[in-house]
C-alpha cells in the first residue's frame, strides 16, 4: 500500500485547456503530454493526479446561442466536480469565449463569471478531500492577438477586453480569497489565429501553473 498522499487536481477551462493545435495534429488536438495539464503532470510527478476538464467554446456562465447550451461554465460545473470528487486543487482558466461579439460582455462581466465558478466550488464542500473545501486557482488566459486571422467578426472589439482581464481576475480572485496566476505573465496567444497556444506555449503554461500548484500543495499538509 502506498502510504505518500496523493493530490488530486481539477483543470476546467476551454479549448485551449482540451488542447486545439495551432500546428498540424490528428484531430486537431495536441497529444495529451504536449497540453498544459499533461506537462503539469510530467513536472509534478506520480503523487499527482490531473483530470483534464476541457471544452472548446466553453463560457463561463453563459448558454451559447450558437454552440449550444453545452458551454455554459456554470451548469456543467457542480456535476463536474461531484464526479470526481474528493478533490484537492480546482484550477480554473476560461474567459476568452465570454468575450465572443455576441455576448457582448466588458472585462469585468467576464471576471464575475469566473467569480461565479469560484462561489459554485465553495458551496459544495462536500467535493474536497476530509471535508474541506479544495483550493483554488484562476488563471487568466493570455490577452489575444491583435490580428485574429479567421476570427475577426466573431471577436470584434475583443482585444482590449482581453488585456484588462488579468486587472479584473485578479481583483477577483482577491475579493474572494482564492490564488490567481495570470498565464499572460509567461506566454502569448498564437498569431496563428490569434487566441489558441502553441506548443511551446502548452509547456511553459504548464511547467509555470505546476510552480503554483507546489506551492499550494504545501499548505494543504
Known sequence: MNSHPRTTVLCYGDSNTWGTATVARPD???????????VMRLVLGLHWDIIEEGLPGRTTVNDDPVEGT??????YLLPCLASHKPLDIVVIMLGTNDLKARFNKSAWDIAAGVGRLVAIVKTTPAVGR?????????????PMQDSLPGYAEMFAGAQPKSKELALHMRRMAKANGVRFFDAGTVIQSSTVDGFHLDPDAHVTL???V????????????
Open 28 to 38: 486537431g488536438r495536441y497529444a495529451p503530454d504536449e497540453r498544459w495539464p499533461g
Open 206 to 208: 504548464g511547467r509555470a
Open 70 to 75: 453545452e458551454k455554459n461554465g456554470s451548469t
Open 210 to 221: 505546476a510552480g503554483s500548484l507546489s506551492e499550494i500543495s504545501g499548505s494543504l499538509k
Open 130 to 142: 476530509g471535508r474541506r473545501l479544495p483550493e483554488i486557482l484562476v488563471v487568466c488566459p493570455p
